[in-house]
């Protein structure tokens, strides 16, 4: 029923040349958003697919470009049960290793979701001012933080079991050993994404090229969670020619 209450929305593409093209335009409307309004609140992802977006957020704090002093920021998503020997693959340490330890940000105004009644994040998040840009990666099956094929619309931070296909997909960072990525994780709920104020949404390579056809396909498809995108008014995405190979036009 909730489906036919809510209104879709054109989503906005730009099919670029390379990673470091994509990486020029998104970090632009990254640093816009910190200029026009420096309290803001971030709402950021893990993944390869952000790295690229996250170096030039450091180049441009390095030239003085953008300040990172007032902003406050809210990750996506978070593993639980990590292995022992893999605890540098949690999401807290990739973000200090991939952009906290080098731009201005205070720690304390940089959050994660956590374990015990998650949803407390989704009324932090509002009590910071709700989520003013919203950076999202993607995954192979559709996935957006750690929501998985068949997550309902109005779900808020959550646990989540990992699928095999994205234990598959996220194998790399665990020494090729599928049997090491951590079974559960704790992520923001589609509700909590379509609540932020505007999405950028980065994807490239060929095993991204079917979940963004789904997703300008228009039509929602909860085994797509990426599709729910087409209900917020406001969603921006990059991509490169190989992910963008299998949208219909
Ligand atoms: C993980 C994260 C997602 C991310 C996805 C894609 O599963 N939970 O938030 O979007 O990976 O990652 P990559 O950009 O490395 O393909």
């Known amino acids: 029923m909730l489906n036919f209450l809510r209104k879709k929305h054109p989503i906005k593409l730009f099919v670029c040349k390379d990673e470091q093209e994509i990486a020029e335009l998104s970090s632009k409307v990254v640093i816009d958003t910190i200029c026009k309004k420096p309290l803001c609140v971030l709402g950021l992802a893990t993944g390869s697919s952000p790295v690229p977006l996250y170096k030039k957020l450091i180049q441009a704090t390095k030239e003085k470009k953008v300040s990172f002093a007032n902003v406050q920021t809210f990750n996506l998503d978070e593993y639980l049960d990590l292995d022992k020997n893999f ?44 989520i003013d840009l919203q950076v999202l990666g993607l995954g192979v099956n559709g996935h957006i933080a750690f929501n998985e094929p068949g997550t309902p619309l109005n779900e808020k931070t959550h646990i989540v079991n990992i699928t095999k296909s994205t234990k598959e997909a996220n194998a790399r960072f665990f020494g090729n050993d599928e049997s090491k990525v951590p079974s559960r994780a704790v992520t923001m709920g589609i509700n909590t994404i379509l609540k932020t104020r505007k999405i ?26 990426c599709t729910s995108l087409i ?18 036009r």
């Open 200 to 225: 950028i949404l980065i994807a490239t390579g060929k095993n991204k090229a079917e979940a963004i056809s789904k997703l300008f396909a228009n039509k929602y498809d909860p085994q797509w969670p």
């Open 87 to 130: 605890l540098d693959q949690s999401y807290r340490a990739f973000m200090d290793t991939n952009l906290f330890n080098h731009v201005d940000i205070k720690s304390d105004n940089t959050h994660f979701p956590f374990k015990d009644n998650p949803t407390l994040y989704d009324k932090q998040i509002k009590n910071a001012g709700g």
């Open 231 to 248: 209900y917020h008014s406001d969603v921006t995405v990059y991509v490169d020619y190989d992910a963008a190979s299998l949208i219909d």
